[in-house]
């Protein structure tokens, strides 16, 4: 079936970069994005990756590759209202039609 | 503010019941898209509608039920509600090309309480 790994939590300083992971198991894979939530708000779209590689934007970055079913989201130069909850995505197309997975979340938290 | 709008921004009701949520997308968008987020749970894709029909389905059970007006405002229609329908639901919406890998746009979400 399809799926999407993530750790459940990261914590780290201000200041600091941090790396979530995200694994996936799917067919007709369709490019992986990310989300962020703050507690008791609504996803924000923060990058895309449809091919290999790096995408970076701002402090953020996202990579990718397919061939190990694999991405990261990185976060510099953190700050505390990066302290929220991250997720993976994919556009899983299989059996003619496709619908879209989150992954689980991961609950970054920020320390002073 | 992504400019998707969803009401009621609270629902509290009575298991066995029927409620309909409502979204109206951005202006220009298409697509709509219905999620479930349960407490401290991910989101879980319910279905997508484009233009009025029907895209792609998750594991919507069969007694919800979701549709696309004229206006591209869109509902979600949930029946014979049990304790464990309580959650989020987030409507969002898409640009017509779908923009750099369908980036989506979330409403604020209605909480739905079933007691």
């Known amino acids: 079936g399809q799926s999407l790994e993530q750790p459940s939590e990261v914590t780290a300083v201000e200041g600091a970069i941090v790396q979530i992971n995200c694994t996936y198991q799917?067919?007709?894979?369709?490019?992986l994005s990310w989300y962020q939530q703050h507690d008791g708000g609504a996803p924000t779209f923060l990058s895309y990756?449809?091919?290999?590689g790096l995408e970076e934007t701002g402090r953020f970055s996202s990579f990718l590759s397919r061939s190990d079913s694999y991405g990261y989201l990185l976060l510099q130069e953190l700050q505390m209202k990066d302290s929220a909850s991250y997720f993976c995505?994919?556009?899983?197309?299989?059996?003619?039609?496709?619908?879209?997975?989150f992954g689980t979340g991961t609950r970054l938290k920020v320390l002073a | 503010d992504s400019g998707v709008t969803q009401t009621p921004k609270h629902l509290i009701t009575a298991t066995g019941q029927r409620v309909t949520l409502r979204c109206s997308p951005r202006?220009?968008?298409?697509?709509v898209y219905w999620y479930q987020q349960s407490l401290d749970q991910g989101l879980q894709f319910l279905i997508q509608?484009?233009?009025?029909?029907?895209?792609a389905k998750g594991n919507i059970l069969e007694r919800f039920s979701a549709q696309q007006f004229p206006d591209l405002h869109s509902e979600l229609n949930l029946s014979s509600l049990e304790l464990g329908d309580s959650a989020l639901y987030f409507c969002?919406?898409?640009?017509?090309?779908?923009?750099?890998?369908?980036?989506?746009?979330f409403g604020p979400g209605t909480r739905l309480t079933v007691l």
């Open positions: 202006s220009g968008d298409l697509s």
């Open positions: 969002a919406s898409s640009s017509p090309g779908g923009g750099e890998g369908n980036e989506q746009f």
């Open positions: 799917t067919s007709g894979f369709y490019g």
């Open positions: 995505a994919v556009r899983d197309g299989t059996s003619g039609t496709y619908k879209y997975i």
């Open positions: 509608y484009y233009n009025g029909e029907e895209r």
């Open positions: 990756n449809g091919l290999d």
